[in-house]
Structure formats: C-alpha cells, structure tokens
C-alpha cells in the first residue's frame, strides 16, 4: 500500500510540473481540463499497470530473499515468517487507523458540505427552467453553481445578474461540477495527499477561464471586468462549487481574458504526456517483482524470488527456484528432493545467524526499539561466501552481520544445466 502511494504521488508531481511549466499559460482550457483529469486517473491506475514486454528493457538479476531472522528478548530465537508478518501487522495497524481515521473525517467533512448546499436549495426561493434550477439566495450577494442548480444572491444588481446566469450556464453544460465532485471523492480517498488538493485547484482555475471565454464570445468585455472586480465577499466556502466571485481568481481570470489565443502549434505540448506515461510504464513494468515457489512443509514459509533492478553478471544471474541443482548447505545433502535441500539450507542458515550474532552489541551501543539488518550475500562456483554486503542504520549492527554471514561454512555450490553457478541471496536480520 505504501509502496502504491509513493507511486501515485511521484506520477502526480511529474503529470502536475509538466502542467505548471508548459500548459498552464496557454488559452486550450479544454485541452487543460482533458489532461488534468486524465492524468489525476492515470496517476492511480499506473502503478497497477505491467506490460511484460518493457520488463524487458531494463536488466535485470534475481536475487533470493530468505525467510526473516529475528534475534533478542534475552535470548537468539529464529522465527519464520509468521513473526515478521506480525511485526508487519502491527506496524501497519497504527497506519491502517491513521488512514482510516482520516477518510472517516474528511468523508463527514463532504456531507457536511453536502448539506450546507442542500439547505440552501431547500430554503431559498427556487425558479425551474429548462437545463438548470434557478436559487434565489435572501439576504446574499453570492453566486455559484452546482450541477444544475445555479444560485444567486438576491443582492447582486439586476444587471449583473444576467451576465452572472450565463457565466453559470456555461459550467451547469460543460458539467464542471462532476469533475470537482470526483476530486473530492479523491480527497476523501487520498486525503493526506497535497497534490490531490493541487489538483482541484488547477481544474477550479480551468472551469472559470473556459466560462470566461465562453461568455466573453457575446458580451462586452470591460462591462464583463467590472462584475469580477466587484467586490463580494461572502461566496459559500465550498470546494465542489463553480463561486463566480472567487477573490483568489479574479486576476488570474482577467489576465486570461486579455491574454491572445494560444496558437495551435502550441498544442504539441499535449503530446508530452506520451513519454511521460511511456516512461511510467517501464517502470512499473520494470519494478521489483516477487514470485512465490513452492511451500517447503507446513512449518516452512514460501521464499520469494525478487526481480531486482541493478544489473549483475550473467553468470549469476540464476534465481534459487528456478537453478536445476541448489547451493546445499552441509548436513544437508541426503535429503532427495529440492524443497527438502531448500528448507533445509534456509533453517541452517537462520540457526547458524542466530547462534552466532553477537547479541550483547545492543547493551553496549544502549540501543532500544527493533533494529532491521538487510544483508545481501552471493554463494560462488566454489560453494564459497562472497560479496557480502548489509545494510543497517547502526554501523556496529552491520558489520556484525557481515562478520556472521562470512562464517557460514563451505556449501555445494548450485548448478545450472551442468554448469556451476553463483546464486545470490538476501536476507533480512530483525534485531
């Protein structure tokens, strides 16, 4: 999930700079409307997107990730994966009623803005006409719209009122209002996330620039500049509306309608978004993948076999499921089958990490809390350790753990189609 989110963030930025530098300042507020929305879509559904033939482009080696060690609480235990997957539940736990403490309050928050407009709808004289529902708002000098219903302060001078209804018309026809909706459902959904925020404002900017030039087209303009500089102050706060009085937009709206038409070879700036998502597909093409082998016995956890994106050799290339013979770990080798070799060489390594992990380095460095160890180790031609590399906040921590894995004993190196092969491991220390 986090990984998801990290993601979709990352795309939002790319999809709203290209926005902000090159699209932004030209007249194609259509075009504008079309690539803010289609990207605030793209960004979520990316990530879920692999095409298997750009997996390809970026080289890749296999890497075997071995079941997780957990050592402490006054002695060396070596746990399976069930113990990582509760240390992983209960981090996440806290997260989890975080994120959903989150949604609950900015999904009343909607209602309640929901509510607000449907007061108004309920309170305040109503006039049908043929597209739209006319709210005749007492004692107000506000004006917006919200899907048909468009609403008008009894306040605002009769002749302002005309130029209002057909600035309003133009966003009850184009539907503005379901794309503002739609952003706030993501704010619902996605309501730590500023760039959903960000979003919903450029798409506001874009409805009332595409209502401007709409109206524009058969009024006078200075007549037109006088209604956006008049100054009203109490339009509803709600995100969701199309406000005709928005402070915050009446300069950017004036410097638009002044603005000359973009002309259209500037349209090719749209075509950017094709090597952008280009790109975002490799790399969620590309993106660490895990297959899961066999179970090894009903005690056994499954290892994953991750794709890792940093290119090795080819000649180690060779993923622990898939190489014919596997490394075998002493003791072990009267075991017949493979996923008797595999269970046996990942309990051996596990005993061997926590009998001999210097556990007291704790007490010395005065650490608390769980400390996680990352350690990546190769097992060569000659069945022999190599390339060990660990990876910890506490320097003390990793080079124990490089110490211990260097200790491992000589093993039978894995074959390959009647060669001998380096197979690569990984595996992680929860200390």
């Given at each position: 999930m986090i990984h998801y989110i990290i993601q979709t963030v990352a795309?939002?930025?790319?999809?709203?700079?290209v926005y902000d530098v090159f699209l932004k300042k030209e007249t194609f507020f259509n075009w504008n409307r079309f690539y803010l929305i289609t990207t605030a879509v793209l960004s979520l559904i990316l990530p879920f997107i692999q095409i298997e033939s750009f997996s390809d482009i970026v080289p890749q080696n296999y890497i075997i990730a071995l079941p997780e060690v957990v050592l402490g609480q006054g002695q060396s235990n070596v746990l399976t994966q069930d113990a990582s997957q509760t240390f992983l539940s209960n981090s996440l736990s806290f997260l989890e009623i975080a994120?959903?403490?989150?949604?609950?309050v900015s999904a009343i928050l909607f209602v309640s803005k929901l509510s607000k407009v449907a007061k108004l709808i309920r309170v305040n004289p109503k006039e049908f006409r043929k597209h739209l529902v006319l709210v005749n708002l007492l004692n107000s000098s506000a004006s917006f719209s919200f899907f048909k219903y468009v609403f008008l302060?009894?306040?605002?001078?009769?002749?302002?009122?005309?130029?209002?209804?057909k600035h309003e018309l133009i966003h009850v026809k184009h539907k503005h209002s379901a794309d503002l909706v739609g952003f706030e459902i993501l704010r619902i959904l996605f309501w730590f996330n500023p760039l959903i925020y960000m979003y919903q404002n450029r798409i506001t900017e874009v409805h009332e620039f595409i209502a401007d030039a709409e109206v524009v087209k058969n009024e006078n303009k200075s007549a037109y500049y006088q209604n956006l500089l008049a100054q009203v102050f109490d339009t509803q706060k709600i995100s969701f509306i199309n406000p005709f009085f928005k402070?915050?937009?009446?300069?950017?709206?004036?410097?638009m309608l002044q603005k000359s038409k973009s002309k259209q070879t500037q349209l090719f700036k749209y075509a950017l978004i094709i090597p952008l998502v280009l790109g975002m597909l490799v790399y969620t093409s590309c993106k660490t993948k895990k297959h899961v082998t066999e179970a090894h016995s009903?005690?056994?956890?499954?290892?994953?076999?991750?794709v890792r994106e940093d290119q090795v050799d080819e000649d180690i290339a060779v993923p622990f499921g898939v190489v014919e013979h596997v490394p075998v770990f002493p003791g072990c080798e009267e075991l017949e089958t493979k996923a008797e070799r595999k269970a046996c060489f990942s309990k051996s390594v596990t005993t061997h990490v926590a009998k001999n992990f210097n556990t007291k380095i704790a007490d010395s460095l005065g650490l608390k809390g769980q400390q996680r160890i990352n350690v990546i180790f190769k097992i060569n031609k000659k069945g022999e350790i190599e390339d060990v590399r660990s990876r910890s906040p506490q320097p003390e921590l990793a080079a124990e753990a490089i110490r211990v894995i260097n200790t491992l004993p000589k093993m039978t190196p894995g074959m390959q189609k009647n060669k001998l092969v380096t197979v690569?491991?990984?595996?992680?220390?929860?200390f």
């Open positions: 795309f939002q930025v790319f999809f709203l700079l994120f959903y403490l989150g949604v609950g302060g009894e306040n605002i001078a009769n002749s302002e009122k005309e130029t209002i209804l402070q915050s937009l009446i300069k950017k709206r004036i410097i009903d005690t056994e956890k499954k290892e994953n076999i991750i690569p491991y990984s595996l992680p220390i929860v």
